[in-house]
C-alpha cells in the first residue's frame, strides 16, 4: 500500500493504467446473478457514470455505451478478434491435458481472424448466406417447426425449449452446415460445453468434465470434416469451403476447416435457439404487442428486430487492442482486452428513446448491435431472422392464446456472453386452438 494525499490506494484496485478502480467497476462480476438476469440494468450505472472501465474482476476492459461498441466493432485493427473465442477461464493443468490428449487445437474461424486473411477467407465463403442461397431452407424451417408443434399442440402446456426452441435451430444449422443426419444426435451433446469451455466460469473440477466434452466435440467435427472429404458434393457450407480448399488453399486451410465444423454449429445453434426463446418470453410477457403481431403477422420482422435489440442471445463480444488506443476519452493500453457489451448498448438510452421498453414499432431497433457491426458483422443473420420469423408465425397463426406459466423462474447458463432461459413454459387450452374451429 501507499497513499496520494494521505488516502492509502489498495494496488489491486487499480487498473493497468495506474488509475484507482472504482467501486462499481470493482463489484463487476459478470457470472454474477445481476448480470445474467438483466446484462443491461446490471451495467446501468456504468452507461451513465464510467463508460468504458477495467474490471479486476475479469482482467478486462469493459465498454457499455452504444457509440464507443460500434467504434470497436468498426474497427477491427486497432480493436482485433483474435481473443473472440480464447478462453475467458483460463483452464487448470489437468484440464488442459485433457484438452491435449484430445488432440483439441480449435483456432481461427471467421470470427476471430485477422485481416487480410479474414475479408479473404470472408468473400470467398459467403456466398451460401445471400438470402436467394438461403431461400430452400424456409420450407424446411417451416416442416420442422410444424412438426414440433404438432407433438405438443394437444397438451396444453410445454417447456417449449426442451420441446422445440433447441432443437429446432440445432437441425437447421448442421443442414446450413451439411452435416448428415446420422451425425446429428452424437454432435448434440457437446455444444453447451463449447459455451461454457469458452465464454464460461467452470470450478476446477468442472473444467475437467467440460474437457473431456470439448474434446470429444473436436475429435467428433473432425471426423465429420473426413467424411465430408470423402464426398465433397455433398449439400451445406462445410462441402462448400472443402471444395474450395484446392484452389485457394492458404485462405481455407485445414486448420480452418476443423475449428470452423465446431465453431460454426454453435454460431448457428445456440444463438438462434437463445434468440428465439428469448423473443417468445418478451412478447409474451408484452400481452398487447403479441396480440398485435397474431393479428397482423406482417408486424414478425419488425417484432423480431425489437426483440433482438431487447434481449438480443449474444450480450458481449471481445477484442484486443493492437496498439495503445483511447475508447471514449479513455486510455486503452495495447494488449488490453476488451468485453463489448452489446446488451447494454442495446439499451443505451443516448441511441434508444425508452430503451426498457419494449416497442415492436420502434424505427431504429435495426440499428441493435446484437449481430456486431463492421467487417464481421454475422454472416448467418438472414438465416437467423427467418428462423425467427417462421418460429413466430406458426406460434401466432397455431396457439395465439398461450400464455406465459405464472410464476416460473428463469435461469441462465453462467457465462459473459450466450444469454436466454433454461426453460420457457407455456400453457394454453385446447380446445381453443383456431385449427379445431377453423381447420
Ligand atoms: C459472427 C451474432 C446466428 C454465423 C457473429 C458475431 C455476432 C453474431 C455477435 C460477431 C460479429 C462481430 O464480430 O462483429 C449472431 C446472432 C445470431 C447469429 C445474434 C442469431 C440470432 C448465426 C447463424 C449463423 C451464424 C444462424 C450460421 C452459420 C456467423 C459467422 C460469423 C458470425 C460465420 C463470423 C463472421 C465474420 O467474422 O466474418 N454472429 N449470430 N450466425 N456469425 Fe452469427
Known sequence: RTSVGGCPIDHSRLDPTGRPVSPNAAAFNPFGEAYLQDPAGALRWSRDEEPVFYSPELGYWVVTRYEDVKAVFRDNITFSPSI???????????????????????DRTLVNEDEPAHMLRRRALQEPFTPE????????????????????IDAGRADLVSEMLFEVPLTVALHFLGVPEEDMATLRRYSVA??????????????VAVAESVGKFWEYSGEVLDKMRQDPSMPGWMPYG????PEMPDVITDSYLHSMMMAGIVAAHETTALATTNALRLLLENRTQWEEICADPSLIPAAVEECLRFSGPIVAWRRIATSDTE????????????????????????????????????DNAAGHLSFGYGSHQCLGKHLARMEMQVMLQEFTTRLPHMRLVPDQEFTYLPNTSFRGPEHLWVQWDPERNPERTDP
Open 84 to 106: 473472440a473465442l480464447e478462453k475467458i477461464t483460463p483452464f487448470s493443468d489437468e484440464a488442459n491435458a485433457v484438452l491435449k490428449a484430445h488432440g483439441y487445437a480449435m
Open 133 to 152: 442461397k438461403l431461400a430452400h431452407h424456409e420450407a424446411i424451417v417451416r416442416r420442422l417447426v410444424r412438426e414440433h408443434v404438432d407433438r405438443f
Open 194 to 207: 463449447h459455451t461454457v469451455n469458452t465464454w464460461g466460469r467452470p470450478s476446477p473440477e468442472e473444467q
Open 242 to 245: 472443402i471444395r474450395l480448399q
Open 327 to 362: 475508447i471514449g476519452g479513455v486510455a486503452i493500453p495495447e494488449g488490453a482486452k476488451l468485453l463489448i457489451v452489446q446488451a447494454s448498448a442495446n439499451h443505451d438510452e443516448r441511441h434508444f428513446d425508452d430503451p426498457d421498453e419494449l416497442d415492436i414499432r420502434r
